[in-house]
């Protein structure tokens, strides 16, 4: 029970409020940026207008890179889940040891600057003969969104007593049976989570998807650098508004599907 002053506990939220303003309020600037009816981004706006919006959905470029986008965000999303379950399950199944130095190595994306492992991929992707490709981008995704996999479903992993995988295998049920009725419904709040984070991960970089991406496999991230760096116009804005929309719906999605399995009987 918190007993603080209630002078303490109206000063401790408003600071909280004034950080987190500090924090959120910069990003959400993009978004009256993208209704500006000028050709410069002016804030505030000094005219609202949609044109912007319309040139985006009309502009072949950038609705191909959007689609890239969301197709990498797809492919590495289903990956980084199916290989990052089995890592979180394996690391669960092997002594403290092993568990730590191979955590140590899933980790590694993480702790790695983006540039140093964009550079590795990029040489790797070279002699592979997939610079340029598509595939080259979602493998690349998938190193940085793997370890976001395996701490969400590790997590969730904590929850499962390992009393009921005993008892679901003493009844004759195979292992598979064991992982789709008793694992999965307890890890799936997990497996949300780190799905989320993968898609989102992948659908914000930029960095590896300079590297890596040709002029097919262009993204999103990598046309508003080149339209950033070559002519500052609300279109980008629009770009980034449309990353924030779609990041807030799937924070929503994800926490209601949480909400929705844990309240689900067993």
Same mark, same amino acid.
């Given at each position: ?6 002078? &303490?506990?109206?000063?401790? @939220? ?19 940026a993208s209704f500006n009816k000028a050709s410069f ?14 040139? $985006?959905?009309?502009?072949?470029? *950038? ?5 890239? %986008? ?22 669960? /199944?092997?002594? /403290?040891? *092993? /568990? ?5 190595? $899933? ?6 600057? &983006? ?12 002699g592979l003969q997939l610079s340029g490709t598509i ?5 690349? @995704? ?10 969400? &479903? +590790? !997590?969730?992993? #904590? ?9 679901? =295998? ?7 049976? &064991? $992982?789709?009725?008793? =694992? ?5 709040? +997990?497996? !949300? ?17 300079? $590297?890596?991406?040709? @002029? ?12 950033? #760096? ?28 949480? /909400?929705? %399995? ?5």
């Amino acid at each position: 029970m918190n007993t603080a002053p209630l002078p &303490v506990r109206i000063a401790a @939220h408003a600071f909280a409020g004034l950080v987190l303003a500090f924090l959120v309020l910069p990003i959400l600037a993009v978004v009256p940026a993208s209704f500006n009816k000028a050709s410069f981004i002016y804030l505030p706006p000094k005219a609202l207008a949609w044109r912007w919006y319309q040139s $985006f959905f009309a502009d072949t470029e *950038w609705m191909t890179t959007l689609i890239n %986008s969301l197709e990498v965000a797809v492919m590495v999303t289903l990956l980084s889940v199916a290989l990052g379950t089995a890592a979180a399950l394996g690391l669960e /199944r092997i002594g /403290r040891r *092993w /568990r730590t130095l191979l955590a140590g190595l $899933f980790m590694a994306p993480m702790i790695v600057p &983006v540039i140093i492992t964009g550079v590795a991929l990029y040489r790797t992707a070279i002699g592979l003969q997939l610079s340029g490709t598509i595939w080259a981008v979602v493998l690349g @995704h998938t190193v940085l969104a793997l370890p976001l996999v395996v701490i969400n &479903v +590790g !997590i969730s992993l #904590r929850s499962v007593d390992p009393n009921w995988l005993r008892a679901a =295998t003493g009844l004759g049920a195979s292992p598979w049976t &064991v $992982f789709r009725t008793v =694992t999965l419904p307890n890890i799936l709040p +997990g497996l !949300i989570g780190g799905a989320v984070f993968a898609f989102l991960t992948s659908f914000d970089e930029v960095v590896l998807s300079i $590297f890596l991406a040709g @002029h097919q496999g262009k993204t999103l991230p990598v046309k508003m650098w080149e339209a950033i #760096r070559i002519e500052l116009t609300p279109e980008a804005a629009v770009a980034a508004t449309m990353m924030i929309l779609l990041a807030v719906v799937l924070f929503v999605a994800a926490r209601l599907a949480t /909400r929705k %399995s844990k309240d689900a009987p067993r």
